[in-house]
């Protein structure tokens, strides 16, 4: 972003209600991470950096195209679910030039991303094992804008005039706008929402695909978290109306670090404001955060991994996880189709999930263990368990650890290649920034499920050490939580 853009916006901002500390914060390109907020002054906590009022926030809610449509029509349409409104809005915003009032904002938003949406298919081959590709839902991103967004702009030419349509209103635009959401938005709850007295756990609700979602302010405290959001309907298509997914000006200027934030987002009823929520000293970046992602989310959503020092003395992210699919347990068991569709569908209803989180801890998920321990119940058992309406307990047995292994082993085996031949062409200084972030992903990824199966394969043999099979570890009480899992996205 070029020094008048800067300049620009920060003129536009405070022109339009906003205020900025300008003796504490500036705007500058930092290595590796772009333009970010710099402390120009030692700053204390609790320190407030920046206001900015609601009526300059870009959403559905507050700008005029919905209006100009018609609030029926839009709802008809379905503009109002997903991204696919909030996408339309910002393009007819940037039709509008400088007639629109965010003008000067949109001119200072990125122009190209590193994200894999944006990656051919060459490269999308270097994320085969994880699950970045699966994820980015390009094609029903596609349908939404083939079966929603063109249909209305083609259907009033008087709002979206014909010679504008293959200039602002193209495909590549309409992705170009996604990826601004999903690395920038944030999840504003509505003024109207707004409690004049909020309670230590009040929390904003948090809509699908924002990049951050904003809290209450606790009483007599500056900050809440202002943490990162689940995926995003614009390019998982999914059919969820959000609260508040707003673009949220110079807020969105902030970068993120694993655990480096130092500043937090969240709202009061006329505005929301950026504090600092520890001693920022002159010439340190000041950071919000994602929430902690691993590198898979942070290379999907951002475009950018993190590379940090870990414990073993390598760099990687410390928040890197390794998604596993309940039909990798499936697989390895080979039950019968119909009674894992079945037992399946029943571990979904109690609130189980399609995928199990492996983490650098190097715990075996509990919620594996009830699963696979659900799937190998004989038909005596599935009946009183259905009766009881509780899923199994999460107890490691000496069987049960065969199974781990074996799901962890095929997991492992999705990568094309291995850890080490990763590792050497990590070496390679010539490698393309895409081969270069994909190579970071699998490498955390694939140590996790090395360093996990090797403490699986230790509980195998402290078990058959200690008298074999028979063996078996209580780890949660009865009806007590299962473990870390996640819905796949």
Known sequence: MAEDTVAGLLDWFEASGGSLDRFSVGFTAFHGCGRGAVALRNIPEGHVLFKIPRNILLSTETSTLPSLVGLDRWREAKMHLGWVGLILCMMWESAQGSNSRWSKYLESLPEMFDTPMFWGDHDLEE?????????LGKVEAEKDFEDKLLPMVQSRPDIFL?????????????HLMGSRILSRSFDVETDESYDDEPGPNDAADTSVGSAMEVDHPQEDAPAEDSEQTDDNPEEEGEEEEPSGVSMVPLADMLNARYGADNAKLFYEKDELRMVSTKP?????????????????????????????????GDLGNPGDVVEIPADLAVSVLQTDSVVTKERIDWWLEQGGDDVVVLETDLEIPLALVSLIRLLRLTGDEWEKTKAKDKVPKPKIEADILDVVRAVLERRLAEYPSSLEDDRQL???????LNKKHALVVRIGEKKI?????????????????????????????????????????
Do not use: C, F
């Open 127 to 135: 994320l085969k094992g994880t699950s970045v590709v699966e994820k």
């Open 162 to 174: 014909p010679d504008t349509i293959p200039v602002y209103y193209t495909l590549e635009v309409y």
């Open 280 to 312: 920022i000293a002159a010439g340190e970046q000041i950071w919000n955060t994602y929430g902690d992602l691993p590198n898979a989310e942070l290379l999907r959503r951002y475009g950018h991994v993190d590379m940090l020092p870990l414990p073993d």
């Open 426 to 432: 990590l070496r390679d200084e010539t490698l393309s």
């Open 449 to 489: 499920l090395r360093d996990t199966l090797r403490e699986v394969q230790k509980q195998i043999e402290a078990s058959k050490g200690s008298g074999g099979g028979n063996k078996k570890r209580k780890v949660v009480p009865d009806g007590g939580d299962t473990g870390r899992a996640s819905k796949r996205r």
